[in-house]
């Protein structure tokens, strides 16, 4: 005879493996029921962080969730606009030295939104080409005279 450590009932040794095997797992059940996350992470920042969401912070964490991707974006196009100007100075290096445009490889493609926008006419242009295509639009548009003229009333636009 054999004792299960688990229930302490005494069993035939060759049937008390067999007993303990499923007198564990009947024990590990009530075990579960009983609150097996709160074991788990007692103690731990975790339990704080889901003492929360019991409070009924769970429409927060939504908000949370759907806020996590923009940023990563914003994060994303940030680290493309920083690439975008080390682009366009290391060509501008080039041409300081003597190079030519032609010989560099052409910007890779970028779906950048944050393109350079010129504070004249709005539209949008990388680095390089906002670097000469503002002062250019800057002196057409101080040449055009008096504000409001160009193509209709102003106010009409945006
Ligand atoms: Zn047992
Ligand atoms: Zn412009």
Redesign the pocket.
């Known amino acids: 005879m054999a004792q299960c450590p688990i229930c302490t009932r005494s069993f035939a040794k060759d049937r008390l493996e067999k007993h303990q095997e499923i007198c564990e797992k009947s024990h590990a059940k009530k075990r579960k029921v009983f609150d097996p996350v709160k074991m788990r992470v007692s103690g731990t920042e975790s339990e704080q962080y889901l003492k929360k969401i019991k409070q009924g912070g769970d429409k927060q964490q939504k908000n949370r969730y759907r806020q996590s991707p923009k940023k990563v974006d914003w994060r994303k196009q940030h680290e493309e606009f920083v690439a975008n100007i080390r682009a366009a100075k290391m060509a501008q290096a080039h041409v300081d030295a003597g190079g030519s445009l032609a010989d560099l490889p052409p910007p890779p493609p970028s779906e950048n939104p944050d393109y350079v926008q010129?504070p004249?006419?709005?539209?949008r242009f990388n680095e390089a080409a906002a670097e000469r295509?503002?002062p250019k639009?800057s002196s057409i548009s101080s040449n055009k005279g008096p504000p409001g003229k160009q193509g209709g009333k102003r106010g009409g636009r945006r």
């Open positions: 010129c004249h006419c709005e539209r295509h503002i639009c």
